[in-house]
């Protein structure tokens, strides 16, 4: 009956609602959503989005099916590609960002602005020096630690004193 036709839907079925869903968050948010989130809906799909990414790399699952890696395919590299970019590029694209703000506002954004794009900058920065002191995470990168490093040496050093 249609009381309970949710629980009834084809793999396919399931897969296109829970698309729909990662779609709404992501154009909500502006963000992807995490596997380690604390809302369990958010979770999943954070869950979801990797699973996707595995079976989408070999053509496992329901990734066997050409509509839905066709789908999944447009969505990571056209239509939502700027939310499926390496660790490597989003840093350059950090750091880009980083450059920009510093030049315009000749000061280091805030971890603690209310402005939430600022306050995500400014967690970058204390991330990346954090792993640059420590040579951890992208900073293994020598190339990334070498621009870090260069960066907040020389070019920009007297907001890193």
Do not use: A, H
Not at 40 to 55: A, H, V
Not at 77 to 104: G, R
Not at 131 to 146: A, L, P
């Amino acid at each position: 009956t249609n009381d309970y036709k949710e629980y009834f839907l084809s793999i396919e079925e399931q897969w296109y609602n829970d698309l729909e869903k990662f779609k709404n968050y992501i154009d909500d948010k502006k963000k992807l959503p995490s596997q380690y989130d604390k809302d369990p809906e958010l979770k999943f799909l954070g869950q979801w989005i990797g699973r996707n990414n595995n079976n989408s790399k070999n053509k496992n699952r329901i990734m066997k099916k050409d509509e839905i890696y066709n789908v999944w395919n447009k969505i990571r590299t056209i239509e939502y590609k700027k939310y499926f970019l390496s660790n490597e590029k989003q840093w350059y694209n950090n750091l880009e960002k980083f450059k920009n703000y510093i030049n315009e506002k000749k000061k280091l954004p805030s971890q603690y602005d209310k402005d939430p794009e600022i306050k995500s900058l400014g967690r970058w920065v204390c991330t990346n020096n954090s792993n640059y002191k420590n040579k951890k995470k992208i900073m293994k990168n020598n190339k990334v630690y070498d621009i870090w490093k260069n960066f907040i040496m020389n070019d920009y050093k007297e907001y890193f004193i």
